[in-house]
C-alpha cells in the first residue's frame, strides 16, 4: 500500500476512498434501493509527471476509480486531495476552476464527441468553456496547432467525426483533453477498441506528450501488456480492493499476489503455446471470476484431479494401490482400476460407493487394450503404472525370456496403452498422461539390468507421446522415483520412500503441469548427480552386482 | 487434407459515386476441414469483409468482381438467395464480435436459442426447449433453466458470447466464421471463452475461420494463419512456423509491434510454488 506523502512532487493523494452507488437492479417494488459497494477504501498517490496504471478484470471498479477521482462520482467515504487541496466534498462550482489541470479521456472515442460538431470545435470546447479563446478564427488556428501535435493532418479542423477511423478519433479526444494544458490525465481504456498498429501509435503519442507538458497520467486498462509498456507503477484491483502495487517491472517479473499471477497468464503472448488453453492456474486462481461468470466447471479437468476420471494400471498394489486412493480422495469422478485379477481390488470398489471401477486387463493383451479404449471413452487421465521385475542380469543370465517378459510390460504394454488412449484424451479435450517410470531409466543398475532397459526405453516413449499428443494439448508426465517400499523392490536396501508419497507428488506434478518428477531424496540426488557428473553415477551403481 | 472452403482469385468492390473501389483484390484462401483458421490484418485490410461475402450478406453497394468461393466442392457465389440463405443458416454459422448488440434485446435467451432451432432445424417447440437446454449446458452455463428464462441484459458480457457461441454450433454447421470473437472480452474471460469455443470446436471436428487482430490470441488457438493486409493474403503458414519465421515483411513488423508490449515473463515462480504447498497438505 502507498502510503501517504505529502512531499512537494506528489499531485494526487487519495485515502480510504470509498464508494457506494445504488444498485438499481435490486430495487424493490417499494421501498429503498439497496447500495453496492464499489470501492473499498483505495489508497493511491500520483506524483508529478508520475503514469500510474490501474489494472483489473470488468466489474473490478477501475473506471470507477478513475471517475471518482475525476469527482464525476460523489464519493461515500475517504479522501481525495489534488495539489495539497481536499476536493473530496467540493461542489461543482468549486470544482470548476481545477477541471483544467485534470482532463479525462474515454474508452468509446465516438460517443465523447459530438456528431454535429466540426473538429475545431470539439478541439477548442475547454478553450472556450474556460475563456482562453474568443473568435473563431483564433479557435481554428489553435485547433490546427492541436492536430499537428497529436500527428494529424490541418485539413481535419473542418471536418466532422463519423468522417475519421477509430485511431483518428482517440487522437482528437486526446488533444482536447491536453488542449487546457492540465497536469492529471485520466485515460480510461483508451486503446481497448484498437488493432495493434493504431494502438502502438497512440501509446507513443501519449508518452511523447506525457515528456513533453510533464503531464501525470492515470492509465486504466484491461490490458496488463499495455500499462507494462507506458506505466511507471501499477495498481491491480479485483472486487473493489487493491490486490497489488508495485512498480511496472517488479509487477511483471516477480507478481506477489496470486490475482496478480493469474491475470498475467491469461495475457496470450504471442507465440505458439499448446498447453497455455488447458493451464488450469488461472482457473483455478481466479475463481470469484468464474462465480461471476456463473461456470465453474473447469474445461480442463487434465490438470485437474478434481473432477477428472482416471485410469491406473497395476491398480491391485504398491503405487498402483494408492492412486486409487489419492484420486478418489482428491474428489476424481471416476477410477477405473485396471488389474490382470478383479480380486486384487475387490476392497477399493465396495470401500469407494461407486467411484472405482474394476476393470481386468493385461497391458500385454493388446486387443483387451482396445476394447478397453472402447468401454472407457470418458477418461481424462491415463496413469501406467504397471510394471515387472524380474531382478535379471544381462551377462549372469543366461535366459532371455525374462529381459523380454520385462520389455513386454514395461515398454510394449505403456506403448500400447498410450496408443490406444491418445485418442481418447484428444476427444476429452486433450487430458494427460502420467508413465509410471524409474530413476533406473537413467541410470542402469546391474542388479537389475534388464529392468533398467525397460524403464529407460519408457522414458524415451514417453518423451515421444508427448511430442505427438502436443497439438492435442495432452500433459505427458514421466515419473521417475528411487527406491519405493513395495514388493518390486522388496532386495533394494532402504532408504525408500512410501508409495503413498509417490501417488501424491505425481498428482501435484500433473496440477501445476510438469513433464518429469523426481519424487523422493533418492531420486532427486540421483537425478541432480547426473546433472553433474553422469559417469561418477554410473560408476557407483555398477557397484551393485547381482 | 480435404477443404471445406476454397476461395480462389476473389475480388471485392464497393461503389461510390460511380467509382469502383477494390475491397479485395484477389484474395486466395483454403480453410481445411476440422482446422481452426486464423485470419489476422489491421482494421480496414478486409477481413471481415471477406467474412461477409463467404456468408452471402455483403452491403448493398458491394459486389464480387470476379473469383469463386467453393464451398463444400459448390461454387457459393452462384446461389440465388434462397440456397444462399440455407446453406448461411444450415452448413455456415457465425459467431459475432459483439455480444452486447447481437442478441435480441426484449426476448428472452432461451427464445433466442429455440428460434433457430425451429426455423433450421425444424424442431417443435418441446424438443427445441430441451435442445436449447442441452447446449446451453455444453457452453458451460450453470443453470441453464434459469439463463433461457433471462433477458441480454441481465446476462455479462462473457455470458452473452457463450449464448451466441451456443447459436454457432447449433445446428452443427461445417464451418463457423468467428469475428474477433473475444476482443470485447477482459483477459480472463477472454481466455475462457477460447478455451470453451477450441473444446467445443474439437468435438464437433468444424472448421473455423477466426478472424483477430490480435497475434496473441491466434498463436493460442489457430492451426494454420492467414495474414491480411489492403485487400490481399500476404502470407499463409502453420501456426509454428509463422511465429518462429515470418516470412513477409508485414508480418514481421506486425509480429515486432506486437511482441514490444509482451517484454516480460509473467512469473515463472508459479510453478514452482504450486507443488511446495500441496506437500505440506500431504
Avoid at chain 1, 498517490?45 to 490501474?54: F, L, Q
Avoid at chain 1, 518390486?488 to 501435484?508: G, I, N, Y
Avoid at chain 2, 483454403?30 to 481452426?36: A, D, L, M, R, V
Avoid at chain 2, 439463463?147 to 445446428?171: H, K, N, T, W
Wanted: hydrophobic share 40%; net charge negative; charged share 25%.
Amino acid at each position: 500500500m502507498p502510503e501517504i506523502t505529502n512531499t512537494e512532487d506528489s499531485l494526487l493523494d487519495i485515502h480510504d476512498l470509498r464508494l457506494n452507488l445504488r444498485d438499481r437492479s435490486k430495487k424493490p417494488l417499494f421501498g429503498f434501493t439497496p447500495n453496492v459497494e464499489i470501492l473499498k477504501g483505495i489508497n493511491l498517490n500520483v506524483k508529478r509527471g508520475e503514469s500510474v496504471g490501474i489494472v483489473g478484470e470488468s466489474g473490478s471498479g477501475k473506471t470507477s476509480l478513475g471517475r471518482t477521482i475525476m469527482r464525476l462520482y460523489k464519493p461515500t467515504g475517504g479522501e481525495i486531495r489534488f495539489k495539497g487541496n481536499e476536493i473530496t466534498h467540493l461542489s461543482q462550482s468549486e470544482l470548476r476552476p481545477m477541471r483544467a489541470e485534470m482532463q479525462m479521456i474515454f474508452q468509446d472515442p465516438m460517443s465523447a464527441l459530438n456528431p454535429r460538431h466540426r473538429i475545431y470545435v470539439i478541439l477548442t470546447q475547454p478553450l472556450w468553456a474556460f475563456g482562453k479563446v474568443d473568435s473563431r478564427k483564433e479557435s481554428e488556428r489553435i485547433a490546427r496547432i492541436l492536430l499537428e501535435r497529436v500527428g494529424l493532418p490541418t485539413a481535419f479542423v473542418n471536418r466532422y467525426p463519423h468522417e475519421l477511423s477509430g485511431g483518428e478519433r482517440q487522437r482528437i479526444n486526446i488533444a482536447r483533453a491536453v488542449a487546457v494544458r492540465p497536469e492529471l490525465l485520466v485515460a480510461d481504456e483508451i486503446v481497448s477498441g484498437l488493432d495493434v498498429s493504431a494502438k502502438s501509435r497512440i501509446l507513443d503519442l501519449l508518452q511523447s506528450l506525457k515528456d513533453d507538458l510533464g503531464l501525470a497520467l492515470i492509465f486504466i486498462s484491461h490490458d496488463l501488456a499495455v500499462v507494462n509498456h507506458i506505466c511507471d507503477k501499477v495498481l491491480v484491483m479485483h472486487n473493489g480492493e487493491v490486490v497489488e502495487t508495485a512498480n511496472s517491472y517488479d509487477l511483471f517479473h516477480a507478481p506477489r499476489a496470486d490475482y496478480t499471477k493469474s491475470l498475467l497468464s491469461a495475457i496470450p503472448l504471442p507465440v505458439v503455446e499448446h498447453g497455455w488453453l488447458h493451464d488450469s492456474q488461472s482457473i483455478q486462481n481466479a475463481g470469484d471470476l468464474s462465480k461471476k461468470e456463473g461456470n465453474e466447471t473447469s474445461m480442463d479437468s487434465q490438470f485437474n484431479i478434481s473432477g477428472c476420471v482416471a485410469l491406473v494400471t497395476g491398480a491391485n498394489r504398491g503405487i498402483g494401490r494408492e492412486f486409487v486412493n489419492a484420486l478418489i480422495h482428491r474428489g476424481a469422478k471416476k477410477v477405473y482400476a485396471c488389474v490382470r485379477s478383479t480380486d486384487g481390488v475387490a476392497d477399493l470398489v465396495t470401500n469407494s460407493s461407486g467411484t472405482v471401477e474394476a476393470i481386468e486387463l493385461d497391458v500385454t493383451d493388446h486387443k483387451r487394450i482396445a476394447e478397453v479404449a472402447q468401454q472407457c471413452g470418458d477418461v481424462t487421465l491415463l496413469i501406467n503404472n504397471a510394471g515387472i521385475n524380474r531382478l535379471n542380469a544381462f551377462v549372469a543370465s543366461d535366459d532371455i525370456s525374462a529381459a523380454r517378459a520385462e520389455m513386454e510390460t514395461n515398454y510394449f504394454g505403456t506403448m500400447a496403452m498410450c496408443r490406444a488412449f491418445a485418442g481418447v484424451l484428444g476427444q476429452n479435450g486433450g487430458g494427460a498422461i502420467a508413465n509410471i517410470l524409474s530413476i533406473l531409466a537413467r541410470v542402469n543398475l546391474p542388479m537389475m539390468g534388464s529392468l533398467c532397459a525397460s524403464k529407460a526405453a519408457g522414458l524415451s516413449l514417453t518423451q515421444g507421446v508427448r511430442a505427438e499428443t502436443a497439438k492435442q494439448g495432452t500433459l505427458v508426465l514421466a515419473v521417475m522415483p528411487g527406491a519405493v517400499d513395495t514388493d518390486m523392490s522388496r532386495d533394494f536396501p532402504p532408504p525408500k520412500m512410501p508409495p503413498s508419497e509417490v501417488a501424491e507428488q505425481t498428482l501435484d506434478a500433473l496440477e501445476s503441469g510438469l513433464e518429469e518428477l523426481y519424487p523422493g531424496d533418492m531420486a532427486d540426488g540421483v537425478s541432480k548427480g547426473l546433472d553433474a557428473d553422469p559417469k561418477a553415477v554410473e560408476k557407483d551403481f555398477a557397484q551393485y552386482l547381482p | 487434407m480435404n477443404s471445406i472452403l476454397n476461395i480462389d482469385d476473389l475480388h471485392l468492390e464497393v461503389r461510390r459515386d460511380h467509382i469502383a473501389n477494390p475491397v479485395l483484390s484477389g484474395v486466395d484462401l483454403s480453410i481445411k476441414i476440422g482446422e481452426i483458421h486464423g485470419l489476422v490484418g489491421n482494421s480496414g485490410a478486409g477481413k471481415s469483409m471477406l467474412a461477409k461475402a463467404i456468408l452471402g450478406i455483403l452491403p448493398a453497394a458491394t459486389r464480387i468482381s470476379s473469383g469463386v468461393i467453393n464451398f463444400d466442392g459448390k461454387d457459393i457465389t452462384r446461389l440465388d438467395s434462397k440456397q444462399r440463405r440455407h446453406l448461411a443458416s444450415r452448413h455456415i454459422a457465425m459467431i459475432p464480435q459483439d455480444p452486447m448488440t447481437s442478441l435480441n434485446p426484449v426476448r428472452r435467451v432461451g427464445k433466442q436459442v429455440c428460434d433457430v432451432l425451429q426455423l433450421h432445424m425444424g424442431m417443435d417447440r418441446g424438443k427445441a426447449q430441451q435442445e436449447t437446454q442441452r447446449l446451453l449446458d455444453n457452453v458451460q452455463i450453470r443453470e441453464p433453466k434459469t439463463v433461457m428464462r433471462m433477458y441480454p441484459f441481465e446476462l455479462s458480457g462473457g455470458m452473452r458470447q457463450r449464448v451466441l457461441i451456443a447459436i454457432a454450433f447449433s445446428c452443427k454447421p461445417e464451418l463457423i466464421i468467428a469475428d474477433e470473437p473475444t476482443t470485447a472480452l477482459d483477459v480472463t474471460v477472454q481466455r475462457q471463452i477460447l478455451q470453451l469455443i477450441k473444446q467445443l470446436q474439437m468435438n464437433s471436428a468444424t472448421a473455423l475461420l477466426f478472424i483477430s487482430h490480435d497475434l496473441g490470441v491466434v498463436a493460442k488457438i489457430c492451426d494454420r494463419v492467414s495474414i491480411m493486409q489492403s485487400g490481399r493474403i500476404v502470407e499463409c503458414q502453420t501456426a509454428e512456423s509463422l511465429f518462429d519465421e515470418p516470412q513477409h515483411a508485414y508480418t514481421q513488423s506486425l509480429l515486432e509491434t506486437t511482441s514490444k508490449y509482451y517484454r516480460f515473463d509473467r512469473g515463472t515462480n508459479t510453478h514452482s510454488e504450486t507443488p511446495a504447498e500441496h506437500q505440506d497438505h500431504a
